[in-house]
């Protein structure tokens, strides 16, 4: 089955700074790799995904890489703000359209500290 | 906005108890699911349901139960609570038209079993 890796599992960065988190997996027929935020106290909040038909998707200060050769992905935060300190957690799964469930599996999650 | 409610924030509970996680819905998901959260190891998968009364084992589903009697809905219950099960449980759903679309989770269930 799939296996997803995700390093660093922590990460303190400047205010200001970039943070890069990587993640790779193991099956080439994931498909579908989203990246969730999670803040202290509650669930996991979806904040970005790529598909594999996409090598790059960015949202304001955020993107997302996909090298589906190399099996991974990468999660990009610019101009890092304290209100990203957070646990982000990456994962893949295959996107089966009108077919079965392809169900997430996820990283073992990365603790970002950004220091004012 | 989709919300994903469990009742329980925080439990503490014996050894050998029968404790119930409840988790409702308001977005008519198809696809419900219970994982667990312990730090170093990520978000391992219980159970899930696909639809009213059924169910699918995950990755770790030993020691627990689920049910799923109505469609917003999805139970998890350990059957004999051991100390091993102290742990953040997150319960989630999505739409179940095909994989891939955004899975929501609830705000956990902190579960401490003495």
């Known amino acids: 089955g799939e296996n997803v890796e995700q390093h660093p599992s922590t990460l303190s960065v400047q205010e200001g700074d970039s943070a890069v988190i990587k993640c790779t997996y193991s099956?080439?027929?994931?498909?579908?790799f989203p990246w969730y935020k999670q803040e202290l106290g509650k669930g996991p909040q979806l904040i970005i995904d790529i598909r594999s038909n996409v090598g790059e998707k960015k949202d304001q200060r955020i993107a997302v890489t996909l090298n589906k050769t190399a099996k991974h992905f990468s999660l990009h935060i610019t101009e890092t703000q304290p209100e990203d300190s957070a646990v982000y957690f990456c994962?893949?799964?295959?996107?089966?359209?009108?077919?079965?469930?392809?169900?997430?599996?996820f990283g073992k999650g990365t603790k970002l500290s950004v220091k004012p | 906005d989709v919300k994903v409610t469990q009742s329980s924030r925080y439990l503490v509970k014996r050894t050998g108890e029968k404790v119930f996680l409840e988790c409702v819905q308001d977005m008519d998901h198809e696809n419900m699911f219970w994982y667990r959260q312990d730090p170093g190891l990520g978000l391992r998968l219980i159970y899930f349901?696909?639809?009213?009364?059924?169910?699918e084992k995950g990755d770790i589903p030993e020691g627990y139960s689920v049910s799923r009697e109505k469609k917003e809905r999805f139970s998890l219950i350990l059957e004999s609570a051991s100390t091993n099960q102290t742990s953040m449980y997150l319960c989630?759903?999505?739409?179940?038209?095909?994989?891939?679309?955004?899975?929501?989770f609830g705000e956990g269930s902190w579960l401490t079993v003495v």
């Open positions: 349901s696909y639809d009213v009364k059924m169910k």
């Open positions: 989630a759903s999505n739409t179940g038209q095909f994989s891939g679309n955004t899975i929501y």
């Open positions: 994962a893949a799964s295959t996107l089966n359209y009108g077919g079965s469930q392809g169900n997430l599996i």
């Open positions: 099956d080439s027929a994931s498909n579908y």
